[in-house]
T-cell receptor, first 109, second 113 residues
Framework: DAKTTQPNSMESNEEEPVHLPCNHS???????IHWYRQLPSQGPEYVIH???SNVNNRMASLAIAEDRKSSTLILHRATLRDAAVYYC??????????FGKGTRLSVIA | DADVTQTPRNRITKTGKRIMLECSQT?????MYWYRQDPGLGLRLIYY???????NKGEISDGYSVSRQAQAKFSLSLESAIPNQTALYFC????????????FGPGTRLTVL
């Protein structure tokens, strides 16, 4: 049970921003929100994580709703290299990550 | 050199054979994991270990066993392989932090005929 809900697929044009949504309505107070992505033929890689406040790093931004029941991963300018499956995961840190099916992002040149 | 390595990268075997997949890490992490991925699906947890003396079953442990020989090594065994164990297998490691960032190996593609 991944405990998060994501769209199966999304499409974006190259160099445009992408907003990937995730619902986690049953999130507990100690759960972090993690995002990983899996490029073709590779293992998943960490993208970003947050608890309550919005977060930015060199790869992406994470916007967390005030009630923490949803979040959005923002890629500011999609490139062809960003085409991947993106996984949204809620986790308290004391248990292994549980991966759902994620969102398959296609980037159109 | 890669922080998390898996051997072999590809393996074709026959039904009933015993297979061992090996994972090594140089990150110094205590926690190690084995996941399985089937086409079009996310990763499912097979076994995990939070330190050398700790072994825990995951979501789909039936038909698999593991050995944590040292902090850096975590092996996955299929005692008697069957065709529905054909999949991509990933090893991962993490440290004990709230971040719980997991670092994944490149995967082993296993085919059971």
């Amino acid at each position: 049970d991944a405990k998060t809900t994501q769209p199966n697929s999304m499409e974006s044009n190259e160099e445009e921003p992408v907003h990937l949504p995730c619902n986690h309505s049953t999130i507990s107070g100690t759960d972090y929100i993690h995002w990983y992505r899996q490029l073709p033929s590779q293992g998943p890689e960490y993208v970003i994580h947050g608890l309550t406040s919005n977060v930015n790093n060199r790869m992406a931004s994470l916007a967390i709703a005030e009630d923490r029941k949803s979040s959005t991963l923002i890629l500011h300018r999609a490139t062809l290299r960003d085409a991947a499956v993106y996984y949204c995961i809620r986790n308290s840190g004391n248990t292994p990550l549980v991966f759902g099916k994620g969102t398959r992002l296609s980037v159109i040149a | 050199d890669a922080d998390v390595t898996q051997t072999p990268r590809n393996r074709i075997t026959k039904t009933g054979k015993r297979i061992m997949l090996e994972c090594s890490q140089t990150k110094g992490h205590d926690r190690m994991y084995w996941y399985r991925q089937d086409p079009g699906l996310g990763l499912r947890l097979i076994y995990y270990s939070f330190d050398v003396k700790d072994i825990n079953k995951g979501e789909i442990s039936d038909g698999y066993s593991v050995s944590r020989q040292a902090q850096a090594k975590f092996s996955l065994s299929l005692e008697s392989a069957i065709p529905n164990q054909t999949a991509l297998y990933f090893c991962a490691t993490s440290d004990l932090t709230p971040n719980n960032e997991q670092f994944f190996g490149p995967g082993t593609r296993l085919t059971v005929l």
